[in-house]
């Protein structure tokens, strides 16, 4: 029998919690940074802060500085970040809200709120937000798919795909987007094109390890189990790569599984928009 770790890889909390919901999570999903890419691309470092290495002991400093000055912005997105970071999803809608209500004029702002948006599930909201992030003669790759997955996640499958189709103009091959669309194929069941585009984003040298827990999945679902498993090990240390297998083969057996005509489609993750 395989080993699960104690604390099982990101991959493996993704496929459990995947099996037990069959629904779209878009923890997307960054996108690309690691650290659910819940999602899906990311807001990168044009609309937001990069990820801390330690973001707790960001959580104290950034938290004394917001409430020194609610209304800074540079604070605020800091400590909105630090807060979805610690799992305080719905305190960093809060915190950045109140931001955006200070600065209605200050797109990163905008965009940072509607990332904590997106990652709070407030999806609609997210989208809508969003969309006052950035303008038509001033796209941002990243905020469009971010859109997108929030598109995905709202049951609108062919316009997220135009807004994914948007952001590989402006970034022909980029692989958090291509994740994305990948994943909004399996969402309709077509594995084949999911399967076709993942591996297109695989092949890009700055895909990161969601990348290839996505291909995984979609391979897995098509019932090549053997070729999913190689996938998932990948270069993976020993026993985190038998614990991404064991999830694996554990969501796969669910009887949600689309390859059985069950109506959701399971998905390990949109990459989330760090």
Known sequence: MLRQLSQPSRFARLLASTASSAILLLALCSCQTSGPSDITGSLGEKTEISRS????????????????????????????????????????VAVLEQATI?????????????????????????????????????????????????LDKL???????????????????????????????????????????????????????????????VVGLQGRFVEAETIAKGDLPADEAAANVAYLREMLSRKDNPRSGARTVPVAALNRPD
């Open 53 to 92: 290495a330690d973001p707790r002991r960001d959580l104290e400093t950034y938290q004394d500085k917001f409430r020194a000055n609610p209304k800074d912005p540079d604070a605020a997105l800091h400590y909105g970040k630090a807060l979805r970071d610690t799992g305080q999803r719905s305190q960093a």
């Open 102 to 150: 200070a600065n209605p004029g200050n797109k990163a702002l905008l965009a940072g709120y509607g990332r904590a948006l997106a990652d709070n599930g407030n999806s609609q909201a997210a989208f809508d937000v969003l969309s006052r992030a950035h303008s038509p003669d001033n796209p941002d790759w990243r905020i469009l798919s971010v859109q997108g997955t929030a």
């Open 155 to 217: 049951g609108k499958h062919e316009e997220a795909r135009n807004y994914y189709a948007s952001a590989l103009k402006i970034v022909p091959d980029e692989p958090s987007v291509l994740s994305n669309l990948g994943l909004s194929y399996m969402l309709t069941r077509d594995l084949p094109n999911a399967e076709q585009t993942l591996r297109r984003a695989y092949a890009n040298p700055r895909a990161d390890a969601r990348v290839r827990q996505n291909l995984a999945l």
